[in-house]
């Protein structure tokens, strides 16, 4: 085949030259690396479900490969014909799918590989009691203990909301229709173990109708709360300054604690790594734990992890209101 400037090279030194030149404009135009293709998009999702959902970065990410060729200075060193047969060889590097359509130009701030994300859920999964025999689980022990030093505490009369269905609540509820449910009716929750009441609030009354996903209508109650405890902060951030901000943003970004809910059921091992973190926080002396909403990507959730059976002593209702379905 007529080559611009490769005449002298074979073909597949010719496609090793052209494997070159896409990385060193992936590099130049982007200072970053595939994370994956429309082919491995989904698992990236599963596995970085924060990252995907709330990540700007991420989500404007995606570029079409002839899109991407067009605009590379591929163009100034090879034929039109010659791009069209080397291309065809170009290997995502997260899958080795071929590369004939969408893929994502994004890198965490962090080395994914030092987490051993696979090998910490299989533990969670399996030997749940074991945890803390993990690494990485001991490191993140180490770090909410050192964090607790340094953290924020919940801002004085801050306003939040919580949700109850409509049915469940009386014509004029009182705060108590919103506190902590009852230990015996408390099933396993991402925070909270069964049989231990926590109280979930939400940034928003949108964020609390995407929580509940409920099919009928919502009652939602206005809460100021009055309690300065310190709070383990697990939203995403892009700013990492050293080893215990990764391994915050790992949780934060990863499935380890960003899993939607799987079923209704009982059994929830998606949220077994949620509620190590949450005794961990606890042991730590931490009283409540921000998260991003995982039903809502643009919400924010606070769970105190150790609630007065009386909300009264920390709270007050400011005003409820029904949401339809």
Not at 132 to 154: N, Y
Not at 294 to 307: C, I, K
Request: with cysteine; aromatic share 10%.
């Amino acid at each position: 085949m007529k080559s611009k400037h490769f005449s002298a090279n074979t073909m597949e030194e010719r496609q090793d030259i052209f494997q070159e030149y896409f990385d060193r404009d992936l590099e130049h135009y982007f200072d970053s690396r595939i994370s994956c293709c429309e082919h491995c998009y989904d698992e990236f999702c599963r596995e970085w479900p924060g990252t995907a959902a709330r990540d700007e970065n991420f989500q404007r990410s995606g570029i079409e490969i002839s899109y991407f060729l067009e605009q590379s200075r591929i163009q100034e060193a090879f034929y039109p014909e010659e791009i069209e047969l080397f291309s065809k060889k170009l290997e995502c590097p997260n899958c080795a799918a071929a590369l004939d359509g969408v893929f994502y130009i994004f890198e965490h701030k962090f080395l994914v590989d030092e987490f051993h994300l696979s090998s910490i859920a299989d533990l969670a999964s399996k030997s749940p009691f074991l945890l803390l025999s993990h690494p990485f689980a001991a490191k993140v022990f180490d770090v909410i203990k050192r964090r607790f030093e340094t953290a924020d505490s919940l801002q004085a009369k801050s306003i939040w909301y919580r949700g109850r269905m409509a049915k469940d609540v009386p014509a004029s509820p009182s705060l108590s229709d919103f506190g902590p449910p009852p230990a015996t009716k408390v099933a396993e929750g991402r925070y909270n173990h069964a049989g231990h009441a926590m109280l979930y609030l939400a940034d928003s009354a949108n964020t609390v109708k995407g929580e509940m996903r409920a099919s009928q209508p919502i009652s939602v109650a206005t809460i100021e709360l009055d309690l300065t405890c310190k709070v383990l902060d697990l939203t995403i951030c892009d700013d990492i300054d050293g080893d215990d901000d990764e391994v915050i943003q790992c949780l934060a970004r990863s499935a380890l604690c960003a899993a939607p809910r799987k079923s209704d059921g009982w059994d929830r091992p998606e949220y077994v790594f949620t509620r190590f973190v949450a005794d961990c926080a606890r042991h730590a002396g931490f009283g409540a734990v921000r998260y991003g909403s995982v039903q809502d990507h643009e919400g924010v959730n606070v769970v105190l992890l150790e609630p007065p059976s009386d909300i009264s002593a920390i709270a007050r209702l400011i005003t409820t209101h029904t949401i339809p379905v």
